[in-house]
């Protein structure tokens, strides 16, 4: 793996955001199918030879702990797609963040000699032997969002863009504050675990966004990716900020605690931009009625396309509508900003915090 690869993937310990996943060809039909409390999840949608039933393809799937919102949409979102066509077989395992049994688990799949093994690795440096030893056995893998040390390890890797994320967080508030004519703003950022690249990128990114547009970033706390972290860390950060114009925060799972925060204070006085996408963030947007006026997309909507990518690649085929016979070694997908103005269009890849 080299540096310049390693320094475009974040190891991803909370969640995050993205746009909605890449629309790929080989879907049934258009319906969504239903969730478990009644919503929808995000399906990758097809149309052309693709899209018609082929070769059946039995998929394996590997992914950590469904713990927290964002990583158990991806579990749901993977079953959901995998459900959509009548050509695929979904063989998951119990999601685990024991890296052993993680191991164990892909090492039975490989055994059990599934077509296309779809893995999120808990910790991608540890998963990246067995990745390896599957692509070994003939075995192609999809690695989702935590990158598996090197490219061999994987056929296809898919995952968020999370400078990007910064970037389009920094760019937005930046032009919610010149709009208001503010010229020398304070702007706070509730950020995720420091010691992670996927933090150390996002931050990175907001920094450098708020930089061109003449702008820097105020106070800042660290988080856990967890509600009661971004509760109790927005509140130091508050209280050492008699006045903030826009607060970032990283993680919409985190945002629970974050938004609690605000509440308890009593602080109206600023818009507040959250990161991943969740639907309780969207309603809020929606809603208007709060501060939180925009969230960054990092959707695990890329767990649809991850199990879309592995039936394609179980049937030998490409991607609809791109020239390749082959389906990219490599997919980002994209942080899009949602607002009031465009949530209804993403509501369908929200996630519940």
């Given at each position: ?213 003449g702008f820097a970033v105020g106070p800042r706390v660290s988080a856990q990716f967890t509600p009661e972290s971004g509760e ?101 997908t994209y942080s899009a900003v949602v607002t009031k103005e465009n949530v209804d269009q993403y509501l369908d890849v929200g996630?519940?915090?």
């Amino acid at each position: 793996m080299t540096q310049s690869f390693l320094a475009r993937r974040g190891f991803l310990l909370g969640a995050g955001a993205v746009g909605a996943g890449v629309v790929l060809a080989g879907c049934t039909s258009n319906e969504q199918p239903q969730a478990q409390n009644g919503g929808t999840q995000p399906v990758a949608q097809g149309a052309g030879d693709n899209a018609q039933p082929g070769k059946m393809v039995t998929v394996g799937f590997s992914a950590p702990a469904a713990d927290h919102g964002w990583m158990a949409a991806m579990t749901t979102n993977a079953r959901a797609q995998a459900e959509k066509f009548s050509d695929v077989t979904f063989k998951p395992t119990e999601g685990t963040n024991d890296v052993n049994q993680q191991i164990a688990q892909v090492e039975t799949l490989i055994t059990a000699k599934v077509d296309v093994l779809v893995i999120l690795p808990f910790d991608g440096k540890a998963l990246t032997g067995v990745g390896q030893q599957a692509m070994d056995a003939g075995i192609p893998v999809i690695n989702v969002d935590r990158v598996f040390d090197t490219p061999l390890a994987f056929r296809t890797w898919i995952g968020g863009d999370n400078y990007r994320m910064g970037v389009n967080a920094g760019n937005y508030i930046a032009q919610q504050m010149k709009a208001k004519n503010i010229t020398a703003p304070v702007i706070g950022e509730v950020a995720g675990i420091d010691s992670l690249p996927l933090t150390q990128e996002r931050s990175q990114g907001f920094k450098d966004a708020l930089t061109r547009a003449g702008f820097a970033v105020g106070p800042r706390v660290s988080a856990q990716f967890t509600p009661e972290s971004g509760e109790s860390m927005t509140a130091n950060l508050l209280q050492s900020a008699a006045k903030l114009d826009a607060l970032w925060n990283h993680d919409d799972d985190q945002g629970v605690g974050v938004l609690a925060a605000i509440e308890n204070a009593n602080r109206s006085e600023f818009i507040m931009v959250g990161g991943a996408g969740s639907k309780n963030m969207m309603n809020h947007i929606k809603s208007d009625a709060n501060p939180v006026k925009a969230t960054v997309l990092y959707s695990p909507s890329m767990a649809s396309s991850a199990i879309a990518l592995a039936r394609l690649l179980g049937q030998a085929k490409g991607v609809g509508d791109l020239a390749e016979h082959e389906i990219p070694s490599e997919i980002t997908t994209y942080s899009a900003v949602v607002t009031k103005e465009n949530v209804d269009q993403y509501l369908d890849v929200g996630f519940d915090s």
